[in-house]
């Protein structure tokens, strides 16, 4: 079937200690979105990927940055995680952006702690 | 970006009754999106209604806009103890091309 999959669900990592992140779409599409959502809060959005270009949220902290080397992968990098940084990070896709009935396919997230 | 506020934060109700929530927005939208969330999960779409229509409907659930008021309301009709989980809401401004959601309603339905 076709889908959003992100990898690890789990991901346990050292104060400081540089991580990563991934999310693979099977879908093709166009966009790819990074959410971060802390316990009991609103999903955030990070940035996102429109194509090749992208787009950052201007209260995104620079410790996060993204790559996507082609259509079906994007993935998410800390490069100082904090003790704040630890949440639920959600990867999604949308054919389109800026499209009416644009809607939103989410992988299942990766749960990060930092220790 | 604006963000939507869901009402009531927490919702618990017996297995067979109707779950309403609210939703209420700041600025103009194209469409609003309503997702649900399952503990620890990803987000799942569930309807999307166009800022020019008032009511929508999917099987047991139904969707109102009120755009003079900004806000939506997410009817679940004959509840299930599946349908335990957090249903968020969500915009897609017309100044901007993303999702924003907001902090969403947790609802739990005993059996």
Redesign the interface.
Same mark, same amino acid.
């Given at each position: 079937d076709a889908m959003v999959i992100q990898n690890p669900r789990y991901q346990v990592t050292q104060f400081g200690k540089p991580v990563t992140l991934s999310c693979s779409q099977t879908l093709n599409h166009n966009v790819m979105y990074w959410y971060q959502q802390k316990s009991s809060q609103a999903p955030k959005l990070l940035f996102h990927y429109y194509d090749k270009d992208f787009n950052n949220e201007a209260d995104t902290p620079d410790n996060f940055q993204s790559r996507r080397p082609n259509t079906s992968f994007c993935f998410l990098d800390i490069r100082s995680p904090g003790l704040g940084d630890a949440a639920m990070y959600l990867c999604a896709t949308s054919r389109d952006r800026g499209v009416f009935d644009e809607k939103l396919f989410f992988g299942s997230g990766t749960q990060l702690s930092v220790l | 970006s604006q963000?939507g506020e869901e009402d009531p934060q927490a919702l618990s109700i017996q297995e067979g009754e109707n779950a309403t929530m609210n939703c209420s927005y700041k600025t103009s939208i !194209? !469409?609003l999106?309503w997702?649900r969330q399952n503990s *620890?999960? &990803?987000?799942?779409?569930l309807i999307?209604i166009?800022s020019n229509e008032r009511e929508k409907h999917s099987g047991r659930l139904r969707v109102t806009l009120d755009t003079s008021k900004k806000s939506s309301s997410l009817l679940i009709t004959a509840s299930r103890a599946a349908d335990t989980a957090s249903y %968020?809401c969500?915009t897609?401004d017309s100044g901007y091309?993303?999702?924003? %959601? &907001?902090? *969403?309603t947790?609802l739990l339905v005993s059996p």
């Open positions: - | 963000q !194209n !469409n999106q997702y *620890g999960r &990803g987000l799942v779409h999307l166009r %968020f969500a897609d091309s993303t999702l924003t %959601f &907001g902090k *969403g947790m």
